[in-house]
């Protein structure tokens, strides 16, 4: 079955750094696309970044583009996000989710982030 | 930019009442329609994809329809479980990325 586990969040300061791994597991990591999605507390779900089954694409959402940079390795089976000048606007919880153009999408449990001084 | 507006923002409802969910898009959108729901502390939980399959081990009061701009979730009769947010989530081809709507939540009249 898909697992999707997520790892590498905690407190920074405002203007750190911080990254997020996510461990994928039960199906072909190398041929799907795979995005990062954000909940700040008592909020809705925000889309940040996806990236393609290569790696040779990224994309991001307006309020994280040039401070975070989505990654991959596929011979580890593993997503990153580095997470650059942290604002505490980033405070929430992260998410790595595989939402394929069809079949059904898999979501991890997501891991914390609290940026604050 | 594809805009997903939920109504209404709050139900409040009697167990074993059903319930349909509204789900809006902005402009016409594919089948790429999905929704969740999330209880307090936990991740979102899908329940249905790509308009109307239903998730791995989602029961049968759940289930989902719509086309171009109108999606709706039917829960055919409310369990104590399924007081929670719901959340439907577009899955944008090009730029690549989703889309979510505001939710709706559903609590216990």
């Known amino acids: 079955q898909v697992q999707l586990v997520e790892s590498g969040g905690g407190v920074v300061q405002p203007g750190g750094s911080l990254r997020l791994s996510c461990e994928a597991s039960g199906f072909t990591f190398s041929s799907h696309g795979l995005h990062w999605v954000r909940q700040a507390p008592g909020k809705g779900l925000e889309w940040v970044a996806f990236?393609?089954?290569?790696?040779?694409?990224?994309y991001y959402a307006d309020s994280v583009k040039g401070r975070f940079t989505i990654s991959r390795d596929n011979s580890k089976n593993t997503l990153y996000l580095q997470m650059n000048s942290l604002r505490t606007e980033d405070t929430a919880i992260y998410y790595c989710a595989k939402v394929p153009d069809s079949g059904e999408p898999h979501w991890g449990q997501g891991t914390l982030v609290i940026v604050s001084s | 930019e594809i805009v997903l507006t939920q109504s209404p923002a709050t139900l409040s409802l009697f167990p074993g009442e059903r319930v349909t969910l509204s789900c809006r898009a902005s402009?016409?959108?594919?089948?790429?329609l999905a929704w969740y729901q999330q209880k307090p502390g936990q991740a979102p939980r899908l329940l249905i994809y790509?308009?109307?399959n239903r998730a791995t081990g989602i029961p049968a009061r759940f289930s989902g329809s719509g086309s171009g701009t109108d999606f709706t979730l039917t829960i055919t009769s409310l369990e104590p479980e399924d007081f929670a947010l719901y959340y439907c989530q577009h899955h944008v081809n090009w730029p690549p990325g989703l889309t979510f709507g505001g939710g709706t939540k559903v609590e216990i009249k």
């Open positions: 990236i393609r089954y290569d790696g040779s694409k990224n």
């Open positions: 790509g308009v109307s």
């Open positions: 402009q016409s959108i594919t089948s790429y």
